[in-house]
């Protein structure tokens, strides 16, 4: 069964730190990966999307990266900022060409405190 | 440009009645999606359009109905509600993207939805 699995589960971090939240996936045949941000009460809204070619894509703060080997993928925040905390959504687009189905993880709830 | 809109935002039904959740579109996307938000869940897909006049189902389509009469317009009707279905939904809507290429989907604000 094609999975996203996510972790840490939670994450608390003190403003201006740095944190890295992990994605591992089984979903084949692949076409893409994207991270999310979903902030309470909101719909999720974009970070990343990145290929299985494609090893980092930065937007801002937020550095992803790829391993499409070990199917793996990483979002890394830099300088942490209160408006950070959200969940962070890893979301795995199968490749299929008549379909367009997406696979989402459970999501990483980041706290980041004062 | 409104994006993605949904409406209702909140909504509480008793068990056994009918409602539908609207959602629109202003991008001119072809898919179209409904999705569920459970606690400790990741997003579960109810139902997709790929365009005017073709749906399909999803992972847990079970007491949902879709209909696509329009580019823009993607409503979701629940038959006869059930406390299961206490959720919040969230429609989403892309470009068809080609090839390796791909677009970003962009979601409405969601509906909290309470079945008593």
């Known amino acids: 069964k094609n999975q996203v699995e996510q972790s840490p589960q939670s994450l608390i971090i003190l403003e201006g730190k740095n944190c890295t939240l992990q994605c591992n996936y089984t979903v084949s045949p692949f076409s893409n990966l994207r991270w999310y941000k979903q902030d309470t009460g909101r719909g999720p809204v974009s970070l990343t999307i990145m290929t299985f070619s494609e090893n980092t894509k930065s937007n801002g703060r937020y550095t992803a990266t790829l391993d499409a080997d070990t199917k793996q993928s990483s979002l890394h925040i830099t300088a942490s900022q209160l408006s950070d905390s959200a969940s962070y959504i890893c979301v795995v687009r199968e490749r299929r060409d008549s379909s367009y189905k997406l696979i989402f993880g459970s999501g990483t709830r980041l706290l980041v405190r004062p | ?116």
């Open chain 2, 1 to 116: 440009n409104a994006g993605v809109t949904q409406t209702p935002k909140f909504q509480v039904l008793k068990t056994g009645q009918s409602m539908t959740l609207q959602c629109a579109q202003d991008m001119n996307h072809e898919y179209m999606s409904w999705y569920r938000q459970d606690p400790g869940m990741g997003l579960r897909l109810i139902h997709y359009s790929v365009g005017a006049g073709i749906t399909d189902q999803g992972e847990v389509p079970n007491g949902y109905n879709v209909s696509r009469s329009t580019t823009e317009d993607f409503p979701l009707r629940l038959l006869s509600a059930a406390p299961s279905q206490t959720s919040v939904y969230f429609c989403a809507s892309s470009y068809r993207g080609t090839g390796r290429r791909d677009t970003e989907a962009f979601f409405g604000q969601g509906t909290r939805l309470t079945v008593v």
